[in-house]
């Protein structure tokens, strides 16, 4: 099914239900992984090792113009898809009182700290593909809105203020779904001025 014909208003509801015996923390975490992303991390690694082995083994026989390129093409090809793999090999959620953060990758970038007075609402997604959002990373379609997407499964809708909306893979989406709604139940509503 594509989420075209998935409309954000028809969201699975999840029942206004307390959340399980545990003390009310400060600070919800939530983490998404995709071991996959290693593998690509590989190849990227193999691309710099094949860079560094052209530049330091080649007999320069064939001028120096194509092995330069052929150098810094393996170079910079192995270090965008190794630094732009391991970005997106997990991604953290943090919820506070106060606001919302998604930290991705090992390094923490890119990140997005949204203050819940600019969250409207938020939706369990139970579908979030990669493919609907034009693969993995941090992503933005016009008529969809922005998600942080590293692996297919569920996922948290946040309905912003502002009329946009912003996705993100996380396990256990629907334990945040029902924090960030009891938090906008207790703190105060409304859009930020």
Not at 36 to 60: D, H, N, P, R, T
Not at 148 to 156: A, D, H, M, P, Q
């Amino acid at each position: 099914m594509d989420m075209r014909d998935h409309p954000q208003d028809e969201s699975i509801p999840l029942p206004d239900v307390p959340l399980p015996d545990v003390p009310h923390a400060d600070v919800w975490t939530g983490r998404a992984t995709n071991r996959f992303q290693w593998l690509l991390a590989l190849v990227g690694a193999a691309c710099l090792a094949l860079g560094v082995e052209l530049a330091v083994e080649s007999a320069w026989t064939s001028g120096v113009a194509p092995l330069v390129m052929s150098v810094v093409g393996c170079i910079a090809a192995g270090l965008l898809v190794l630094f732009g793999t391991l970005a997106f090999v997990h991604v953290d959620l943090k919820l506070d009182k106060e606001s919302l953060e998604v930290r991705c990758g090992h390094i923490g970038l890119p990140r997005r700290r949204i203050p819940l007075a600019h969250v409207a609402g938020a939706d369990f997604e139970p579908h979030v593909t990669p493919r609907h959002w034009g693969g993995w990373g941090y992503r933005w379609r016009p008529e969809k809105g922005t998600a942080v997407v590293v692996r297919k499964g569920e996922g948290v809708v946040l309905r912003l203020w502002d009329g946009h909306t912003f996705t993100i893979t996380v396990d256990d989406a629907e334990s945040a779904v029902r924090v960030i709604r009891e938090r906008l139940r207790t703190g105060a509503a409304g859009p930020a001025r």
